[in-house]
Nanobody, 128 residues
Framework: VRLVESGGGSVQTGGSLRLSCVGS????????MGWFRQAPGKEREGVAA????????YYHDSVKGRFTISQDKVKNTVYLQMNSLKPEDTAMYYC??????????????????????WGQGTQVTVSS
């Protein structure tokens, strides 16, 4: 399993960025893909997730209404559109995947702690 993120960068408060995550090495039709972030000195936190089977989405309260997670099944890519960015959104952002165990299909995303596959991360910096 390989996850490759792109799209990070530096923006001013109120700006926008779109992160992309291309997944490879798996062929399940329903998996949970997520975006996490970790700021210096803070614990990693789940930001948004999407169940690729039916497109159900999940968000951390701090980003609801500002961030949107979406997918392109053909390209096996998940996006995180981030609008109205704030300095507190500054962090390393990681793409993650939670895949089915054996032959049992997934029907939804589980908990933030279920993700077992990770990308290398992409830095997002928001200046005031």
């Amino acid at each position: 399993v390989r996850l490759v993120e792109s799209g990070g960068g530096s923006v001013q408060t109120g700006g926008s960025l779109r992160l992309s995550c291309v997944g490879s090495g798996y062929t399940y039709s329903g998996v949970c893909m997520g975006w996490f972030r970790q700021a210096p000195g803070k614990e990693r936190e789940g930001v948004a997730a999407i169940f690729t089977g039916d497109g159900s989405t999940y968000y951390h309260d701090s980003v609801k209404g500002r961030f949107t997670i979406s997918q392109d099944k053909v390209k096996n890519t998940v996006y995180l559109q981030m609008n109205s960015l704030k300095p507190e959104d500054t962090a390393m952002y990681y793409c993650a995947a939670d895949l089915p165990l054996g032959s049992v299909p997934m029907v939804s995303c589980g908990t933030w702690g279920d993700f077992g596959y990770w990308g290398q991360g992409t830095q997002v910096t928001v200046s005031s």
